[in-house]
T-cell receptor, first 114, second 109 residues
Framework: EPEVTQTPSHQVTQMGQEVILRCVPI?????FYWYRQILGQKVEFLVS????????KSEIFDDQFSVERPDGSNFTLKIRSTKLEDSAMYFC????????????FGEGSWLTVV | SQQGEEDPQALSIQEGENATMNCSYK?????LQWYRQNSGRGLVHLIL?????REKHSGRLRVTLDTSKKSSSLLITASRAADTASYFC?????????FGQGTILTVHP
């Protein structure tokens, strides 16, 4: 079964460093998402992306965050200058339609900021 | 706020029993999806129910949706120890999926 793959599975970074989390969405999907889950808390929406542009973003997704689809297969989340409170599991997701269809999630990338 | 609630927050049952988890939301929705998460792992999609559907089945899972009450329930029948996980409802509205707080289900063998 097709799946969303994410790398790295775990990354430890120093506060203030830039981090890039990578995702390969399911190949025929057109809509892409990033979510995060702080340890012990619920899953929070960060951003949705369609047709090479952001379609929706949350208040969490401030100027420190950016997303990019650099080629036909990858979808990245960049955090420019990490803070301690950015420590979380980051999930990439994709769907073949923006609404009405299943949204599939990857296994996540654990980010620990020290 | 667009947040909703899930109850119970935690549920502990014996293998073979049924587990029912409830979800409430506050906005208009296109559909509602249920996910499962094993500790520290990814979100596994279980079932999707559309706003014009009232009930849906998939194996041992039964989902109901009452849009007038803005609520949904997930029933797992004949539970197994392997069903131990966190279960989240997530509703799709306004172009994004919003998650509930989740229910931690523990099934004792």
């Amino acid at each position: 079964e097709p799946e969303v793959t994410q790398t790295p599975s775990h990354q430890v970074t120093q506060m203030g460093q830039e981090v890039i989390l990578r995702c390969v969405p399911i190949s025929n999907h057109l809509y892409f998402y990033w979510y995060r889950q702080i340890l012990g808390q619920k899953v929070e929406f960060l951003v949705s992306f369609y047709n090479n542009e952001i379609s929706e973003k949350s208040e969490i997704f401030d100027d420190q965050f950016s997303v990019e689809r650099p080629d036909g297969s990858n979808f990245t989340l960049k955090i420019r200058s990490t803070k301690l409170e950015d420590s979380a599991m980051y999930f990439c997701a994709s769907s073949d339609q923006g609404s009405g269809n299943t949204i599939y999630f990857g296994e996540g990338s654990w980010l620990t900021v020290v | 706020s667009q947040q909703g609630e899930e109850d119970p927050q935690a549920l502990s049952i014996q293998e073979g029993e049924n587990a029912t988890m409830n979800c409430s939301y506050k906005t208009s929705i296109n559909n509602l999806q249920w996910y499962r998460q094993n500790s520290g792992r990814g979100l596994v999609h279980l079932i999707l129910i559309r706003s014009n559907e009232r009930e849906k089945h998939s194996g041992r899972l039964r989902v109901t949706l009452d849009t007038s009450k803005k609520s949904s329930s997930l029933l797992i029948t004949a539970s197994r120890a392997a069903d131990t996980a966190s279960y989240f409802c997530a509703w799709l509205g306004y172009g994004k999926l919003t998650f509930g707080q989740g229910t931690i289900l523990t099934v004792h063998p």
